[in-house]
């Protein structure tokens, strides 16, 4: 075997080896990704025992939750769900490190291809620039030999293809895993994109209903203060009406009785002076004692209450100098002159200008 057709058959072990790692290791990559995915959640009852696993070549570590509570569960499926992207992201670090080992040797092999292709070509210059000279049946040995030489190159041609077509498959594939890798990370984003747009208005609606709610109340509270306010001096103005309406009632009472107690003053006055007129016409008995001369009736009242006060019967008479103020009728004169000395010597009533008079009235003079 030529050294051409071994540099053509490395080649071709090359690539094809490095298709088949490439493949093999995405195939396991995906597996595990299935496998994340599909791990069942982790019981949240309150008797479930948390126990580790041993984590196994190619298998992730699980992560069990410690707790019950919405924010413990919400904190372990954040880092389950961390973990995925970090595989995820080494299966394609991985990927992209063997493609472009396999991009590295696709090159090397198109590299040495075409050197041993300008080999030949030189080759084929040179011979056919010396076959001038070669006996003809040299030249068909030699094209026989040729002929030989290229069926015998045929099959590491057909491998070189085969694995060509794989790395290409494999490569395909890679790129469509990418792509899928991509377009779930991508539809991943979108979605909490959406679940947080959403939040956002949810959050947005429940604090506006909770303003408006807040201000529904305090319009509700300033209406109930308004009347509250209303009731308060709607009252405070029916009590002022009725204190004045009291206040009015009681004033007409007191004047209905002072007007009430000075007719009957004024009536028993008159019935005192008719009494007194009626024992001084009709009786036998005309003396009386003259105590005092009243300027007004208020010092003519006040002198007749102290005399009263003290028992004696007074008697008063309208005069053009004032008001008479006089004590009996006595029986006769001695009897008279001892009342006015009895009330000349009293202290308390401070009258000592009395004197005794035979009195007449004035329509009988």
Do not use: H
């Not at 030249?139 to 293809?161: F, H, L, M, R, Y």
Request: aromatic share 2%; proline share 3%; glycine share 4%.
């Amino acid at each position: 075997m030529s050294m051409n057709n071994k540099q053509r058959w490395m080649g071709g072990v090359v690539l094809l080896g490095g298709g088949v790692l490439l493949a093999a290791l995405l195939l396991k990559g995906n597996e595990e990704i299935k496998q994340v995915e599909v791990q069942p959640p982790a019981s949240t009852s309150p008797k479930a025992q948390t126990k580790p696993k041993q984590a196994t070549e190619g298998q992730m570590v699980q992560l069990q939750p410690l707790a019950v509570d919405v924010e413990t569960e919400k904190r372990l499926l954040e880092e389950q769900r961390r973990s995925r992207e970090k595989a995820v992201a080494e299966q394609e670090a991985r990927a992209a490190e063997f493609l472009a080992m396999q991009q590295q040797a696709e090159a090397d092999a198109a590299r040495k291809a075409a050197a041993e292709y300008a080999a030949i070509n030189a080759r084929r210059t040179a011979a056919q620039e010396s076959s001038d000279n070669i006996p003809p049946e040299l030249v068909g040995e030699a094209k026989a030999k040729n002929q030989q030489t290229n069926t015998a190159n045929k099959p590491t041609d057909t491998s070189k293809i085969d694995a060509d077509k794989k790395a290409a498959e494999a490569k395909r594939q890679a790129e469509a895993d990418k792509k899928a890798a991509e377009a779930k990370r991508q539809a991943e984003t979108d979605k909490k994109a959406t679940e947080a747009k959403r939040q956002a208005e949810a959050d947005k609606k429940a604090a506006e209903a909770k303003r408006q709610a807040e201000a529904d109340r305090k319009a509700a509270e300033a209406k109930r203060q308004a009347e509250a306010d209303r009731k308060s001096t709607e009252a405070k103005r029916q009590a002022e009406a009725d204190k004045k309406t009291a206040e009015a009632k009681r004033q007409a009472e007191a004047d209905k009785k002072a007007a009430e107690a000075k007719r009957k003053a004024e009536a028993d006055k008159k019935a005192e002076a008719e009494k007194a007129r009626e024992l001084l016409e009709n009786g036998d008995k005309k003396w009386m004692v003259q105590v005092a001369l009243a300027a007004n009736q208020a010092n003519a009242d006040a002198v007749v209450s102290k005399l009263r006060a003290k028992g004696y019967k007074v008697t008063t008479s309208q005069t053009s100098k004032g008001i008479r103020i006089m004590v009996g009728p006595a029986k006769d004169r001695d009897t008279a002159d001892a009342a006015r000395k009895k009330i000349t010597s009293d202290s308390s009533l401070n009258m000592k200008s009395a004197w005794v008079i035979d009195w007449v009235p004035l329509d009988q003079r």
